[in-house]
T-cell receptor
Framework: ETGVTQTPRHLVMGMTNKKSLKCEQHLGHNAMYWYKQSAKKPLELMFVYSLEERVENNSVPSRFSPECPNSSHLFLHLHTLQPEDSALYLC??????????????FGNGTRLTVT | GQNIDQPTEMTATEGAIVQINCTYQTSGFNGLFWYQQHAGEAPTFLSYNVLDGLEEKGRFSSFLSRSKGYSYLLLKELQMKDSASYLCAVRDGNYQLIWGAGTKLIIKP
């Protein structure tokens, strides 16, 4: 059982739809992350929030819009996606952002398919 | 550019030992992580190395050589449940995490 919960586990959406991914962490961590995981590729960092403030945005297309209302919740709002956006989207948390030994704790991810 | 290299796939036999290598080229170094990811599940933290040498945790050990830009994860007494992908990640000089593409480990009876 993970201390980071993501919903939904699976999502199929058309290119004109709008949907949101939700992440909740129960670990009391101060930093939360969105990653994209595609087959046989390294994890791609999308967004980082530290104490509810966005600290990193890695040139992610504007069709992905994050929201962090408090330190326990993180959303990823999706609109007008492309088929190449189909991937596993992982949420993670850590005690602090960017410190050396602090490991990430991941959720089980949302498997997104864009049709 | 920064890069992490690890084998795409490895196969080993139940009860045996397997070593998964990871080499890295990064701008600075602030530690190396290993994670395990079963299919359809979250990556889970296995180990962290920041100093040279071997760290042992039960059946799993992780080794680091900073001068060679090299690490390995050693799995002993392999069990079927060890079939998973193993991800290597390095914190660079700016504390950014650089990820490898992962090694899929297949355990055969």
């Amino acid at each position: 059982e993970t201390g980071v919960t993501q919903t939904p586990r699976h999502l199929v959406m058309g290119m004109t739809n709008k949907k949101s991914l939700k992440c909740e962490q129960h670990l009391g961590h101060n930093a939360m992350y969105w990653y994209k995981q595609s087959a046989k590729k390294p994890l791609e960092l999308m967004f980082v929030y530290s104490l509810e403030e966005r600290v990193e945005n890695n040139s992610v297309p504007s069709r992905f819009s994050p929201e962090c209302p408090n330190s326990s919740h993180l959303f990823l709002h999706l609109h007008t996606l492309q088929p190449e956006d189909s991937a596993l989207y992982l949420c993670a948390s850590s005690q602090d952002a960017g410190t050396g030994s602090s490991p990430l704790h991941f959720g089980n991810g949302t498997r997104l398919t864009v049709t | 550019g920064q890069n992490i290299d690890q084998p795409t796939e490895m196969t080993a036999t139940e009860g045996a030992i397997v070593q998964i290598n990871c080499t890295y080229q990064t701008s600075g170094f602030n530690g190396l992580f290993w994670y395990q990811q079963h299919a359809g599940e979250a990556p889970t933290f296995l180990s962290y190395n920041v100093l040279d040498g071997l760290e042992e945790k039960g059946r799993f050990s992780s080794f680091l050589s900073r001068s060679k830009g090299y690490s390995y994860l050693l799995l002993k007494e392999l069990q079927m449940k060890d079939s998973a992908s193993y991800l290597c990640a390095v914190r660079d000089g700016n504390y950014q995490l650089i990820w490898g593409a992962g090694t899929k480990l297949i355990i055969k009876p």
